[in-house]
Structures are given as structure tokens and as C-alpha cells.
């Protein structure tokens, strides 16, 4: 069994620019054409079971005909299960508690933050109320963290020491951080980030080098580290694959590619 605890799709109107911007602009490959059947398909090449798909707000006017959606796409699917989205601007204390509630009361695992699209530091006193009500009613909170190939690496929000002093902040609040705990920033994330408690998943990490990923792994413990691939950013088979070349016991794959996963978002067995 395997667990995506980091997927994307998008809406059927925007996925076709959206893909060739970022092709132009990085240089990078995207796989398939962004859109919900996509990801099914490459699930099924890949042989995944279970995709977590993670929306990302880029203003607060959006969060809820988004959370809206990923309800209803819940409600539909058996083999993807949606996140919800907030944004450091949305609305007051009391809309807040209502719309995390709202989240919870339908069975939203989490949400996806992101410092760099929604242009705001992890440790900032804005973001504090919605880290309150997550702790407060249970949701994990999954967030890009290192350089984002979007944007400039010369003002990163997601930094390490960042996230740090987020924890030191809010002890008891879940949190995963994607790319092995900050993309390109891998060495600080082993310094800084590693055998504290956080989650990392190991999307978008091809550049890691196998070495280094198992170092951190294990540094870190096996029990907190959680498969991802960022599809459609990248293809799941090749971080199952670099995993294989990382980790040799059975028992610490099937940990990463779907009992940590399950454990920590609850899951009944289908």
C-alpha cells in the first residue's frame, strides 16, 4: 500500500496555463495535464492507493468556494481525500474558528499553507489564531517549507530556523513539512529540524541525494517521515524508487509509504 501524502490537481479552466508557465519558467518537467483524471491515471500507473490532494488559497477570497469543493470531491472519491485551504488574511478571529471548525465538523484531515505563494513567514504573529484553532480542533497543518523554484532564493520564507521557532511557539500543533523538511535547504533542515517534532514527506526531493535522504531519515526517525511526490511536479515512481535505493528494510518502507500516514490522519482501513 502507498499513501501520496502530497498531490496536486487543479481546476479543468486554469491547469493547461498554470503547467506551461511553470515548465517555461523553471525548466522543470510536470506530468500529465494537472486535472483530477490525471491524477487518477498516474495513480494507477504508479500504483498508488491513496492521494491526499492539497489546495493552496493565493488570496482569502477564495478559501471558501475552495473548502466548498474539496468537501463535495471528498464526498465523491474513495481513493483521494482532500485538504482543506486557509490564508494568513482571512477574515477575523470568530470567521477563522468558523471556517476551521466547518473543516473539521466534515472531516477535513488538515491544510496546506504555503509562505512563498501567500507571501508569509511561518513564525509570524498573523498566522497564530489559525494555528490555535488547528490545535484546538485537531488538524495538521502541511506546509511548503525550503526554496520554491518560483520564486527567488534570495528571500525565502520557509527557512528552517523559521519553522523552529514556529514549534518552540506552538508545541502542539501537527505540522508536516514537505520536500524532506525544506527544499535545497537540506543541510540546515539536518542541523536545525531533524529529531524535532515534525513530520517531513519527501515530495519534490529528487535532488537530494540518496545518501544525504537516508541520513536525514534516520536522524529524524522513521515514524515521522511520510511518502509524497507533489504530483503533477513530479512523478510518484521516482521517489518510490529513490526510497527503495535509500531504505533497505521492508518495515521502514511500509512505515514511510503508508503507516505513518495513516496513523497520523486516522484512517480506517478501506
Not at 16 to 38: D, Q, R, V
Not at 234 to 253: G, V
Amino acid at each position: 500500500m502507498i499513501i501520496d501524502i502530497h498531490s496536486h490537481f487543479y481546476p479543468e479552466d486554469i491547469t493547461k496555463n498554470l503547467l506551461e508557465n511553470f515548465y517555461k519558467k523553471t525548466g522543470y518537467a510536470y506530468y500529465g495535464n494537472g486535472t483530477i483524471k490525471s491524477l487518477k491515471e498516474y495513480m494507477k500507473k504508479n500504483n498508488i492507493n491513496i492521494s491526499i490532494n492539497l489546495p493552496v488559497a493565493t488570496n482569502p477570497e477564495k478559501i471558501i468556494s475552495i473548502n466548498r469543493k474539496m468537501i463535495e470531491i471528498n464526498l465523491k472519491e474513495k481513493n483521494i481525500i482532500c485538504f482543506g485551504a486557509m490564508h494568513p488574511d482571512f477574515g477575523n478571529k470568530n470567521d477563522i474558528e468558523k471556517e476551521i471548525l466547518f473543516l473539521k465538523n466534515n472531516n477535513i484531515k488538515g491544510i496546506k499553507l504555503h509562505p512563498e505563494y501567500q507571501n508569509f513567514y511561518p513564525d509570524d504573529g498573523k498566522l497564530f489564531t489559525i494555528y490555535e484553532f488547528c490545535i484546538k480542533y485537531d488538524l495538521v497543518i502541511l506546509f511548503h517549507s525550503g526554496y520554491d523554484i518560483m520564486f527567488d532564493e534570495e528571500n525565502v520564507h520557509s527557512s528552517p530556523k523559521r519553522f523552529l521557532n514556529l514549534k518552540e511557539k506552538f508545541p502542539g500543533l501537527k505540522i508536516i513539512l514537505a520536500h524532506m523538511g525544506g527544499f535545497k535547504m537540506w543541510d540546515n533542515v539536518y542541523k536545525l529540524l531533524a529529531g524535532k517534532d515534525f513530520y517531513f514527506d519527501t515530495s519534490f526531493s529528487l535532488e537530494l541525494s540518496d545518501e544525504s535522504m537516508k541520513s536525514i531519515i534516520y536522524e529524524h526517525g522513521i515514524d515521522r517521515v511520510l511518502f509524497g511526490s507533489d504530483f503533477p511536479w513530479c512523478e510518484p515512481a521516482k521517489i518510490i524508487d529513490k526510497l527503495k535505493n535509500c531504505i533497505d528494510s521492508k518495515e521502514d518502507l511500509e512505515k514511510i509509504f503508508y503507516k505513518n500516514a495513516k496513523t497520523l490522519l486516522n484512517l480506517m482501513d478501506s
